[in-house]
């Protein structure tokens, strides 16, 4: 039972316009939510998080939204740049889990020149 | 280094010989946590430690997997009598006191079971 979703398996855009990558979830005891990045041969990298407190978390050129009724969350890049190219994961955590992290299965972005 | 370091980086092994995997967090760290990412899949959680308390194995697929965490700080995951499914990155991550605080991972153990 996948509780984090992320069913767009990959997507394509060109540089300077917006990337949005999108993430599902059904756990409603989730209540962090992060954004990581993934380059080849490379450990995930932290990108971004917000709590459910929040419905915006914005740093640079990178904005999470979170719709807590939807059970949504999406990743807004802009603007999207080559170097932007990689896997990116969607996790959720909740605080009687130790903040152990559910991962969803990944979205390749990547930005064309 | 600064970062959390992983290795071997590519372990090739037969099916039915044992493995372990080393992970050395960040100095500091309390929390640690190992992964795997089978391909084309998401990261799957196998086990967690925090501090001296007991860890939680929750994720573990099988009785051949175990881990330790000796003083607080070094993590081995040993699998014993691989199997071909086993075959994935093993990916180790430590995270500092702040309860919501990332984690930082290591660039993982690729492990190919023939």
């Known amino acids: 039972d996948q509780q984090v979703k992320q069913n767009s398996p990959s997507l394509s855009v060109q540089e300077g316009r917006i990337s949005i990558l999108n993430c599902d979830y059904t756990?409603?005891?989730?209540?962090?939510f992060l954004w990581y990045k993934k380059y080849p041969a490379e450990g995930p990298t932290f990108l971004i998080s917000?709590?459910?407190?929040?419905d915006k978390n914005e740093d640079g050129r990178f904005t999470v939204f979170l719709n807590k009724s939807a059970k949504h969350l999406s990743l807004h890049i802009v603007p999207s740049q080559p170097g932007d190219s990689a896997v990116y994961f969607c996790?959720?955590?909740?605080?009687?889990?130790?903040?152990?992290?559910?991962f969803g299965s990944g979205t390749q972005l990547t930005v064309l020149p | 280094g600064a970062g959390v370091s992983q290795s071997p980086s590519n372990k090739v092994t037969e099916k039915g010989k044992d493995v372990e995997l080393r992970c050395d967090p960040i100095?500091?760290?309390?929390?640690l946590y190992w992964y795997r990412q089978r391909l084309g899949q998401g990261l799957e959680f196998l086990i967690y430690?925090?501090?001296?308390?007991?860890?939680?194995k929750s994720g573990l697929p099988s009785d051949r997997f175990s881990a330790e965490r000796t003083g607080g700080s070094v993590s081995t995951l040993t699998i014993q009598r691989t199997q071909q499914e086993d075959s994935a990155v093993y990916l180790c991550?430590?995270?500092?006191?702040?309860?919501?605080?990332?984690?930082?991972f290591g660039e993982g153990s690729r492990l190919t079971v023939l």
């Open positions: 991550a430590s995270k500092g006191r702040v309860v919501t605080g990332e984690l930082f």
């Open positions: 756990n409603s005891m989730f209540d962090y």
């Open positions: 917000i709590s459910s407190i929040k």
């Open positions: 996790a959720a955590s909740y605080s009687g889990s130790a903040r152990q992290l559910t």
């Open positions: 100095s500091g760290h309390t929390a």
């Open positions: 430690f925090q501090g001296n308390s007991a860890p939680d």
